[in-house]
């Protein structure tokens, strides 16, 4: 049975959009002071927004207020996403939708061997319907997507698709407004970190970033570190991202190209394979601070900060913040903990 809990609108910009509230509370922030150490800065912070409490967190629950929001209010009783097996974003959504009595069908790259661990075992408690391509290209996910909403659609039901990452416009949105929660956990400006550090995948927590950071005046640049396709692809696609999302908001957000700054050189062996970089952040985030990041996102980004300090790059930025945006399930897939 469908359960529309709070179902209610959040005005931005122009536009009124639905809103389904899943987080309810400000994700904390706190100071990594050894770490800051390690890295020459006098302020390190840590926003954590892998402790969003609902469904293992992560930052794909904040795209997912407003595409889950939309869905119901369209009266869609099924939804469809797709990824990989190990995805954070696909078990996001299976978890909302369970909550919200909705269908969730799951379309995954590759075959159904070999997946017996992390979130691919917390979407089968969700009871989530899997199916596989048998491509490992990533992109046949989205043509067996829209397949499959055409054949749910004739059997009579009322699918809503949300795409990889939940990278569209209105998931967008959701990271836009992680920006003035973000200063509101700041006395003053002054006191603001100069810098935002975060991993870069879909792109669309990056827009939402970037569309926030200019929308709202925050007196902090954003930069990313590209865990999953080449730099340049991914500006392109955060680019058009934040385009769209100005469109859906009738604003003029002043995001300008040069804004776009994405660094390559910590994917590692590839997408989802641990780098030694990566799992060596991994590593000194938790044996300095007692905080755990994530071999496919954080432990790369967090690699990409250490290296961009070490050479310099950030010298003159003494106060940055790295977003945690979650990810954690993945540590205990097979292989991803090359130090154990
Ligand atoms: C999806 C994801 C990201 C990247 O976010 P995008 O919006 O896809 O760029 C970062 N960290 C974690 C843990 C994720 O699951």
Redesign the pocket.
């Known amino acids: 049975m469908m359960r529309t809990p709070g179902l209610s609108t959040r005005s931005l910009g122009q536009a009124v959009l639905p809103f389904l509230p899943l987080i309810g509370h400000r994700t904390p922030v706190h100071p990594l002071p050894s770490l800051a150490r390690r890295l020459h800065r006098e302020r390190l912070w840590i926003k954590r927004d ?1 402790l969003i409490t609902f469904g293992f967190g ?3 629950i904040r ?1 997912l207020e407003f595409l889950v929001g939309e869905a119901l209010s369209l009266g869609a009783d099924t939804l469809i996403t797709g990824a990989g097996p190990l ?3 696909v078990r996001a959504t299976a978890a909302v939708g369970a909550k919200c009595g909705l269908r969730t069908t799951v379309v995954y790259w590759g075959d159904d061997t070999a997946h017996q661990s992390g979130n691919y075992e917390l979407v089968r408690i969700l009871g989530a319907e899997a199916r596989f391509t048998g491509s490992f290209e990533r992109s046949s996910v989205d043509s067996h997507m829209a397949s499959l909403a055409e054949e749910l659609t004739r059997s009579g039901r009322k699918p809503y698709v949300i795409p990889r ?3 569209s416009p209105l ?1 967008v949105v959701g ?1 836009v407004l992680a920006v003035p929660e973000l200063m509101q956990q700041f006395p003053g400006l002054a006191t603001m970190p100069e810098v935002i550090v ?10 939402g970033w970037l569309l926030g950071t200019s929308y709202y005046r925050a007196p902090w640049r954003v930069e990313a570190v590209t ?2 396709r080449p730099a340049a692809e991914a500006r392109t696609q955060v680019l058009q991202l934040v385009r769209e999302t100005e469109k859906l908001l009738g604003i003029d957000s002043g995001v300008a190209e040069s804004h776009v700054v994405i660094h390559d050189g910590y994917i590692g062996p590839g997408y989802g394979a641990p780098s030694p970089e990566g799992s060596e952040a991994i590593r000194l985030a938790a044996v300095e601070e007692g905080v755990f990041l ?1 071999p ?3 432990g790369k ?1 967090l690699a990409g900060l250490i290296a961009l300090c070490d050479t310099g790059y950030f010298d003159n930025l003494k106060r940055v913040l790295f977003l945690h ?3 954690q399930p ?1 540590l205990f897939v097979p292989g991803q903990c090359p130090w154990t």
């Open positions: 892998d992560g930052n794909k795209g995805s954070n974003h990452g939940g990278a998931g990271h975060l991993p870069v995948g879909s792109g669309g927590t990056l827009a865990v999953s994530d496919v996102y954080t980004a945006t979650g990810g993945g």
